[in-house]
């Protein structure tokens, strides 16, 4: 029995598809979302994982605002951009920061062209 190279083609993308689906959960809890916190002083990029987002009143940069406000600080993730092992830019935590509220801070969602990196909870 001979089978054309189409067919078998279209099950190894078949193949392919299927196993990347089972992939992209895990993939999905790593997701982190960037925002700018930006102060008279200067600016940062922070990320905040969304499982933890998702817990915040607002799950946006108002929701991160009024919660820094209502604790009066916070800890997160700075990120910067630095290349990967593959010569290739992205945007990677850098260190944990603690935030304090004041009233010349603002926070806005930051989008970035790179690829954004989970956080690593190993390096605390």
Request: cysteine-free.
């Amino acid at each position: 029995m001979q089978i054309s190279k189409r067919l078998l083609l279209g099950v190894g993308a078949a193949a392919f598809t299927v196993g990347s689906l089972m992939i992209q959960p895990a993939l999905a809890a790593d997701k982190v979302s960037l925002f700018k916190i930006i102060t008279v002083k200067d600016e940062i990029v922070i990320g905040i994982p969304d499982d933890e987002l998702a817990q915040i009143d607002g799950k946006d940069a108002g929701g991160i605002a009024r919660m820094l406000v209502a604790k009066g600080s916070m800890s997160v993730w700075q990120y910067a951009s630095h290349k990967s092992a593959t010569g290739d830019l992205e945007q990677a935590p850098l260190r944990k920061i603690g935030l304090i509220a004041s009233d010349s801070l603002r926070v806005e969602p930051y989008a970035s062209p790179l690829k954004v990196m989970p956080i690593d909870e190993s390096k605390k």
